[in-house]
């Protein structure tokens, strides 16, 4: 077995092929250019007749062929992190409600400063749509004071239902605590506060 070179610089085996197996039949490939040196022009190939012949936009509207205009990917329903910009209002998150019992359970809601209005209907700060024993609109209010890192918690003007803490029936405004218990309709949720008298951001 001898390794030759060929007059086009592949590499072959004599003792496989009689002569280099690259120059010719099927898989024959072009000569192998040596770093620096220029590559030969093709015989016959001319790059401005293959640029002439692709067809022009007027050329295929004439054939029939409709080209759409390109289409970003539909991302409705999905909010990244990538939305949020420098322009972006953020809402400083200062506490939170979690569902413990009733259909959407281990669900959590954030509070922001000031009033967060609770109620079935989609305009509230917090929608329970889940829930039908709920009023429309504002049936309970969870208000962070942040002068004083403090929240309270009262029943909204158009409550139709009864709103319990700890057991105990809202009838005026209280101090919401850490692990109170608030019941709403049919749903019962724990309350936790990121900001209070010790921290806030």
């Excluded at 158009?158 to 049919?186: C, F, H, M, S």
Aim: proline share 6%; charged share 20%; hydrophobic share 30%.
């Amino acid at each position: 077995m001898a390794i030759q070179q060929c007059a086009n610089g592949h590499i072959y085996d004599d003792s496989k092929s009689a002569s280099c197996p690259y120059c010719s039949g099927e898989n024959a490939i072009s000569p192998t250019i040596a770093l620096g040196e220029s590559v030969p022009p093709t015989p016959g190939f001319d790059p401005t007749q293959v640029l002439s012949s692709v067809p022009t936009g007027s050329q295929i509207e004439e054939m029939g062929v409709t080209i759409a205009p390109p289409t970003t990917p539909s991302r409705q329903g999905k909010t990244e992190f990538g939305d949020m910009t420098m322009n972006s209002e953020v809402k400083p998150v200062r506490g939170w409600l979690v569902i413990i019992d009733g259909e959407k359970n281990g669900m959590d809601f954030r509070l922001h400063t000031a009033r967060n209005t609770i109620g079935r209907g989609r305009d509230n700060d917090i929608s329970f749509d889940f829930d039908k024993s709920i009023s429309e609109v504002n049936n309970v209010s969870v208000i962070y004071d942040d002068r004083n890192n403090l929240f309270f918690i009262q029943a909204g003007e158009n409550a139709t239902n009864n709103v319990y803490v700890n057991n105990t029936l809202l009838l005026e405004p209280r101090q919401l605590k850490d692990n109170d218990i608030v019941e709403i309709g049919n749903t019962k949720l724990i309350f936790r506060s990121l900001c209070n008298e010790t921290f806030c951001y």
